[in-house]
């Protein structure tokens, strides 16, 4: 009786799949940009990455069949903003959806008039608070990938800003940082970011931010979090203090002993 019950057991258990060296030295390989990490940070993301490919189903659509390599990605990513947070920060979500590339979404609208309108919408990525977390998958090696652009980051930081119901740039912050401290530095660095996209229409060609980040408090958390990740010394020169804000909020130090965080108390 053991050896059917052995059979079937482990695939019907909800505890987390291991995750073969192989596998991981060939996402970790994909994932450059990742690595500053400690191999104590390394070992925590690997951990992490495990809890959460056992936790949240990742399903492909519009005809996009996943593989290990895309799930353990997905999953790495996704476990970079909660790192040390535990994967208890998405418990309010269970599934990623995975597109290939930008997907569109028929959307609907009920103007004052009560008249319906339909469109679609051309989408990365879209994080719902009750899940699911939508997201456009790139091979990381894609060379039209945009610098200091990351869409799985994107979204699933936007599912943390969601713990208080809104998408307003403020996530459930831990015991060491005060709410006060978070609104005022990103309210300040938010206004400036928009000020200066408004002042020179050009500069958005030029800043090393993507000016999608000025559409709403929201968008601006999200936005510095890829850049925080994906182009840290870009995020660090414009806006230090979200900078290191973010690296006590994520734990987590890309710059290293070079970045402002480092001269810090
Ligand atoms: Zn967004």
């Known amino acids: 009786m053991f050896s ?3 059979r079937w057991w482990p695939r019907r258990s909800p505890s987390s799949p291991q995750i073969s060296a192989d596998l991981w030295d060939a ?8 690595h500053w990490m400690s191999p104590t940070e390394q070992a925590l993301l690997r951990e992490r990455s495990r809890e959460l490919l056992g936790l949240k189903q990742i399903n492909g659509a519009a005809g996009l069949v996943l593989n290990d390599h895309i799930r353990l990605s997905i999953a790495l990513q996704a476990a970079l903003p909660i790192l040390h947070r535990g994967c208890e920060a998405y418990r309010n979500w269970a599934e990623i959806v995975v597109y290939p590339g930008d997907f569109i979404i028929p959307r609907q609208e009920v103007d004052e008039n009560g008249v319906v309108h339909e469109y679609e919408e051309t989408l990365l990525g879209e994080a719902w608070i009750e899940g699911p977390v939508l997201v456009a998958w790139f091979e990381p090696e894609d ?3 945009p610098e200091g652009i990351n869409v799985l980051i994107h979204e699933f930081v936007h599912t943390l800003d969601m713990g208080n119901g809104k998408v307003d740039g403020v996530p459930t912050l831990p015991a060491e940082i005060s709410y006060k401290e978070w609104q005022t530095t990103f309210a300040a660095a938010f206004t400036d970011f928009a000020q200066r996209l408004e002042a020179d229409p050009g500069w958005a060609e030029e800043s090393p931010l993507d000016p ?3 559409e709403n408090p929201g968008e601006f958390l999200a936005v510095m979090s890829e850049h925080f990740f994906e182009t840290p010394a870009a995020l660090a020169r414009l806006y230090p203090d ?3 804000l973010l690296a006590r909020y994520f734990g987590l130090d890309p710059l290293g002993p070079s970045s402002p965080g480092a001269s810090q108390p």
């Open 242 to 244: 979200v900078y290191r």
């Open 4 to 6: 059917v019950f052995s």
């Open 143 to 145: 060379g039209d990938r």
């Open 27 to 34: 996402v970790w390989r994909s994932l450059p940009f990742l």
């Open 212 to 214: 999608y980040g000025a």
